[in-house]
């Protein structure tokens, strides 16, 4: 009997499958993300902490937006974005490895410095950039 007026049907049955399996899918993404988060976490708390000699290489920029509409009595849209900072740099054997930077210590940094680079696993400490000026 069809109580709901939206005849019956095959469609209807499969929903709520349908529905569970996307939301175990979804929730076990999140699930497998957190747990790499820690595992990450746990791996940099564990390493040593290294101070290295290194050259900036390469130097990039990440941009995300999301743009977000209201439609109750206000037609009003806004974007929101967010910037993440990569820094490439090379050491002496030649090898390279990238870092996440917040934007002041990438706007520090240029192509090219030589310096001292400070990291711990996957985690940027700092990079102490050596001097440039020659004594007179």
Do not use: C
Not at 34 to 58: D, F, H, M, T, Y
Not at 62 to 85: G, K, P, Q
């Amino acid at each position: 009997m069809d109580t709901y007026g939206f005849g019956g049907g095959i469609g209807f049955d499969f929903f709520p499958i349908i529905f569970g399996i996307v939301f175990i899918i979804i929730l076990g993404t999140i699930v497998v993300s957190i747990a790499k988060g820690i595992g990450q976490w746990s791996k940099n708390e564990q390493s040593p902490e290294l101070s290295v000699p290194a050259i900036v290489r390469s130097k990039r920029m990440n941009v995300s937006r999301s743009h977000h509409h209201h439609h109750e009595d206000h037609h009003h849209s806004h974007t929101t974005s967010s910037t993440t900072y990569y820094v490439t740099f090379e050491f002496n054997s030649g090898d390279r490895k990238e870092f996440r930077t917040t934007g002041k210590e990438y706007g520090l940094l240029a192509e090219n410095d030589t310096g001292i680079l400070t990291f711990k696993g996957t985690r940027y400490l700092g990079f102490e950039r050596e001097s440039n000026t020659t004594e007179l």
